[in-house]
C-alpha cells in the first residue's frame, strides 16, 4: 500500500522560513518524480515544484520560483520543500504526489499517489 505523508507545517510570519517534507513508503521511491501542490480555501489545487527521479531536474512555478526549493533524499525515501520569504498568498494546504511515469510535471493528472496534506500558515 502506498503512502505519502506530509509533516512539517505550521504558522510562520511573512518573510519567514519553513520546511515542509513528505515520507513514502508502499513504492520504489527512486522511480517516481514527486511533486508538490498545494491548495488554498476556495481555490483550485495548484502546481508549486516537481523534482525528477534521481534528484537532477526540478520546475518551479512562477509564484515560487528564487523562494522554494525542492530536494530529495532517495535513500530515505523523503522529498522536501524549503520555503523562504513567505508571503501571506503562499498560506495553504501542501500535498506532496508522486509519479510513476518518473517525469517531473507540473500537471496533476500525471500524478498517481497524494498525501493527506499539511497545513501552512503565513501571517501578516
Known amino acids: 500500500q502506498v503512502r505519502l505523508v506530509e509533516s512539517g507545517g505550521g504558522l510562520v510570519p511573512a518573510g519567514g522560513s519553513l520546511s515542509v517534507s513528505c515520507a513514502a513508503s508502499?513504492?520504489?521511491?527512486?522511480?517516481?518524480?514527486m511533486g508538490w501542490f498545494r491548495q488554498a480555501p476556495g481555490k483550485e489545487r495548484e502546481f508549486v515544484a516537481t523534482?525528477?527521479?534521481?534528484?537532477?531536474?526540478?520546475y518551479y512555478a512562477d509564484s515560487v520560483k528564487g523562494r522554494f526549493t525542492i530536494s530529495r533524499d532517495n535513500a530515505k525515501n523523503k522529498v522536501y520543500l524549503q520555503m523562504n520569504s513567505l508571503k501571506p498568498e503562499d498560506t495553504a494546504v501542501y500535498y506532496c504526489?508522486?509519479?510513476?511515469?518518473?517525469?517531473?510535471?507540473?500537471?496533476?493528472?500525471?500524478?498517481?499517489?497524494w498525501g493527506q496534506g499539511t497545513q501552512v500558515t503565513v501571517s501578516s
Open positions: 504526489a508522486s509519479a510513476a511515469d518518473g517525469e517531473p510535471s507540473n500537471q496533476k493528472d500525471s500524478y498517481d499517489y
Open positions: 508502499g513504492l520504489a521511491f527512486s522511480n517516481y518524480a
Open positions: 523534482i525528477s527521479r534521481g534528484g537532477g531536474l526540478t
